[in-house]
């Protein structure tokens, strides 16, 4: 998986839309690595979203993919096999099984491999799998958690190792504007190129409802 082409082609075939509807009702959104809207402030708009591979004609994107996979010397008579690993509860299962089914359409066939709990982020924080299907939140919803946390160089929760100096460089410049229409332009740049490097390719952000007791 440091074949940029196989990334890439993996990212095509992902159909974020049946995601949605099979473990949401079309309820959970799609967007790249901040929150869309209108929940979140950051997230890419629809327009700009549709530009980025994965989000646009899914037949065409995995027709892509499938010649991606093939320039890399895949195809129906040589398929490439590999493991999903995910944390062994529902919420992570559930959409590991459909990307599995997903990747039989790019000549990929993927064994799930579940861990338990107290055995997955240590595994995690080891990069010690092949395609590893992770939830993530952030406490804030801002750039700065965002960005530095999971997608810096060196970050200790930057699970897939992505390391791009130049665009860390627009991480700090967007911290430090103050022309907040400015800065979401400038986010939403950054996100839009963390999405096409495969950074780490978001699936979906899920919608939850939480209740309180008023004591």
């Known amino acids: 998986f440091d074949n940029e082409m196989i990334r890439k082609a993996m990212n ?10 099979i473990l949401s009702d079309g309820e ?26 994965g989000y646009g004609d899914k037949e065409k994107e995995i027709a892509e993919a499938q010649a991606l996979m093939q320039s890399a010397g895949f195809g129906p008579d040589n398929r490439l ?18 990307l599995i089914d997903q990747l039989k359409k790019i000549y990929m066939d993927a064994e799930l491999e579940v861990v338990e709990t107290s055995n997955w982020h240590a595994k995690v924080a080891r990069k010690d799998y092949q395609v590893g299907l992770n939830l993530t939140g952030v406490g ?4 700065d958690v965002n960005f530095f946390e999971n997608y810096a160089c060196g ?17 700090v410049k967007q911290s430090a504007m103050t022309d907040q229409d400015a800065r979401r332009e ?14 780490r390719p ?14």
């Open 12 to 21: 095509l075939a992902i159909d974020r839309d049946a995601f949605i509807t």
């Open 28 to 53: 959970n959104q799609k967007g790249g690595a901040m929150l869309p809207p209108p929940g979140g402030e950051w997230g890419m708009s629809e327009e700009m979203l549709a530009t980025v591979p």
């Open 81 to 98: 096999a590999l493991k999903v690993s995910t944390r062994n509860i529902a919420i992570y299962r559930d959409p590991a099984v459909i």
């Open 140 to 143: 804030v919803d801002d750039p």
């Open 155 to 171: 970050s200790q929760r930057n699970y897939t190792g992505y390391c791009n100096e130049e665009l860390q460089a627009l991480f």
């Open 186 to 199: 400038l986010v939403w740049q950054i996100d839009k190129k963390l999405q096409q490097d495969v950074a």
């Open 202 to 215: 978001m699936i979906y952000h899920s919608v939850n409802a939480t209740c309180y007791q008023p004591r």
